[in-house]
């Protein structure tokens, strides 16, 4: 397409008034490069080996839906084969289940722990451990509900459900077994 493009001068001071027609200007769409060539295996995401030409990607769909990458057995809803890197937490059920920090050295499983804590080095394992803390840190809490309350206490290791439930600042407490709470 073709369009005249009209250039407009107006000089305000001195009442002149100027009127310019530049030449036509070519404003066509992206032209297409040539025609897409290539070959795929059904099943597979294709993806483009160069500017015309595409090919299989390590992506793979099976006819029941079920996706794999690396596979093309793929066993679960998403299947992966090989090693898979998650900048922050996996969720179940739309809860994270496992998540931490490489900068404050934080590592919980099983609904343990929290993602606000500015404590460093710490480590929980088991629905609602270490739930509470704020500020604690080299703290060990594994088991459901240990070091539940715990919120500035440090060096604290609490192994069983419930152990050291009850602290909320003590630190360099050890405890093992069910429901051994310390109040400190």
Known sequence: MNFRVWVVLAILSTGFVAVAQEAATDISPVRHPGTI?????????PRFTGMTTIGNSRIFQSTSGTVG?????????LDV????NVKTAFS??????AFGSVSSENVFVGFAGNATMTGCCNTASGKDAFI????GEVNTAN??????????????????WGTLGLNTAGNYNTASGADTHTLL
């Open 37 to 45: 060539t290539g070959s795929g295996t059904k099943g597979h995401i």
């Open 69 to 77: 990458i690396g596979t093309t057995t793929p066993g679960a809803t």
């Open 81 to 84: 084969n090989g090693t898979i």
């Open 92 to 97: 179940l059920g739309g809860t994270p289940f």
């Open 132 to 135: 509470s803390n704020t500020t």
């Open 143 to 160: 088991g459901e509900s240990a070091l539940y309350s715990n919120t500035t206490g440090s060096y604290n290791t609490a192994n069983g």
